[in-house]
């Protein structure tokens, strides 16, 4: 999972070099595909759910909060926030993680959204310790998150990550701490605020994937897959 962790990283990192006003959301997913080429591997994004999804990345601009579709016809512009989900299918299991970065010069109500859903991300992370409940990771994410004015989703969740993208348990970015499934080593956990300015409401777009927040606000997503230990929480998802 370390491995497949380090390829999902090494996506993140080629595509984030592209967010520049007038590449395509296609073009981002050429240059992941690339790189999983590379290593042989696949995105176990490809083909999933219903209508099957046809990318190996979820590109997510502005007010699209997770899933939107990669087009060529959709073309980044200076200012815009843009949500890079990915995941990488590696001897047999799976890694799964996504950043949010800026084109060019992005507003400040921008930027402080950037920053609080990342370290939001963190303030759950350092709740992946032994003897902890998934619920500590969520009510942590909902304070930082709310302590700063946003709103948390609550239809999408983080979960369970291994064999599978998605196993248990789900892990909300809202929640009560001494709840929910124990933390023990060896549990891997996508952690993954999802977070809006104005209202926690979603809705979905006509392509029957793209999620948007139900009031156009912006919108803003960072997650890793995090590993319990004896010791740190290992971020499986970096270089
Ligand atoms: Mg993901
Ligand atoms: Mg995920």
Redesign the pocket.
């Known amino acids: 999972m370390r491995e497949a962790g380090r390829i999902n990283a090494t996506v993140h990192a080629a595509v984030r070099d592209l967010l520049q006003p007038g590449v395509s959301t296609a073009d981002l997913d050429a240059a992941a595909e690339d790189v999983l080429k590379k290593f042989g591997v696949v995105s176990p994004f490809k083909g999933y759910g219903h209508p099957p999804f046809p990318n190996s990345i979820t590109v997510s601009i502005n007010e699209e909060l997770v899933h939107g579709i990669p087009s060529k016809d959709r073309k980044l512009k200076e200012g815009d926030i843009v949500s890079i989900d990915c995941g990488t299918y590696y001897q047999g299991y799976v890694a799964?993680s996504a950043f949010t970065g800026g084109v060019g010069q992005i507003s400040e109500k921008a930027a402080k959204l950037l920053e609080v859903t990342e370290k939001s991300l963190y303030a759950g992370i350092e709740k992946m310790r032994p003897g902890n409940m998934t619920g500590d990771v969520s009510e942590a994410i909902q304070q930082y998150v709310e302590s700063h004015g946003y709103h948390v989703t609550r239809e999408y969740t983080?979960?369970g990550v291994g064999k599978q993208m998605h196993e248990g348990p789900q892990v909300p970015n809202y929640g009560k701490a001494g709840t929910g499934v124990l933390l023990q080593p060896g549990v891997v956990i996508?952690i993954?605020p999802m977070v809006l300015i104005g209202t926690h409401r979603t809705k979905v777009a006509k392509d029957n994937w793209t999620v948007v927040s139900a009031d156009g606000s912006l919108t803003a997503h960072f997650?890793h897959s995090i590993a319990v230990t004896e010791g740190e929480p290992l971020i499986l998802t970096v270089l």
């Open positions: 799964d983080g979960h996508a993954e997650e």
